[in-house]
């Protein structure tokens, strides 16, 4: 099964989130709440561990971002190898920036979305997604509403945010 996984380690978005009485709304409610305030960030800086599954072979990333909800670099911090690459990221694509080193992952989904792509396309769906679930989980002992937004018929993003502070996990 070929898949990406992301796991934000550090978020910290230049905009306060409302934590206001988010346990008492619907997960519905919550998740629209959070993206309307994600809509209005006006800069983003974020890392995470990331795993592309390809079947055969897994790749381990470790990425940062910044910039907003629909341009910014992408900076590869791990594997060692090619730490230091940045990726800019605009509604037209990506490109790599770096001498004359290609990064070739290959696509991770029949559309072609590779691991790079993972981010942009989180950062579409989270701006301007159709939920096709919404429910209230814990995750890791936090409270949490998680968002499921389906970018294509074969790319499926599901999306937890804490409830205290409206940040992914």
């Not at 305030?37 to 990331?50: D, G, N, P, V």
């Amino acid at each position: 099964m070929k898949q990406v996984t992301a796991l934000a380690l550090t978020i910290a978005l230049c905009f306060t989130l409302a934590s206001c009485s988010r346990t008492e709304s619907s997960p519905e409610e919550t998740a629209q709440e959070i993206q309307t305030e994600f809509c209005s960030a006006q800069a983003i800086t974020m890392s995470m561990a990331l795993n592309a599954d390809y079947g055969d072979r897994v790749y381990a990333y470790k990425l940062k971002y910044s910039g907003d909800m629909t341009s910014g670099s992408i900076e590869i911090l791990e594997p060692a190898s090619i730490a230091g690459l940045t990726v800019q990221v605009s509604p037209d694509g990506t490109s790599l920036i770096y001498e004359d080193v290609t990064l070739d992952t290959g696509a991770i989904a029949e559309d072609g979305l590779s691991p790079i792509d993972s981010i942009p396309l989180m950062l579409t769906a989270w701006r301007e997604g159709y939920f096709s679930e919404c429910l209230s989980e814990t995750l890791w002992e936090t409270e949490t509403v998680s968002v499921t937004v389906n970018p294509s018929d074969t790319v499926s993003l599901k999306t937890w945010f804490d409830l205290k502070n409206g940040l992914p996990l």
